[in-house]
């Protein structure tokens, strides 16, 4: 979560993706409180979920928003 926070790097899937974008919602939330936006280089991905105590981030869903060039 912390560097998802700073915008910087994390390894995701074996390789590493820059993170973009990070939303959360608090309080009584629907199902994803949270998301995160990946540039995966070849694209970009939303990863949806919430963040467990520990700071955990729990994938319950995925989304490609839009693709980078062709």
């Known amino acids: 979560m912390d560097a998802a926070q700073r915008g910087g790097s994390i ?4 390789r590493k993706a820059r993170v973009v974008h ?5 309080g009584i939330a629907p199902p994803h409180s949270a ?5 995966l280089g ?5 990863l949806l979920g ?7 981030f729990m994938e319950e869903g995925r989304e490609r928003p839009f693709q980078g060039p062709a």
Request: proline share 0%; hydrophobic share 25%; aromatic share 16%.
């Open 42 to 46: 070849d694209g970009y991905l939303a």
């Open 22 to 26: 990070l939303s959360q919602k608090s």
């Open 11 to 14: 390894d995701f899937e074996g």
């Open 50 to 56: 919430y963040f467990s105590r520990d700071g955990e």
């Open 35 to 39: 998301r995160i936006e990946l540039d």
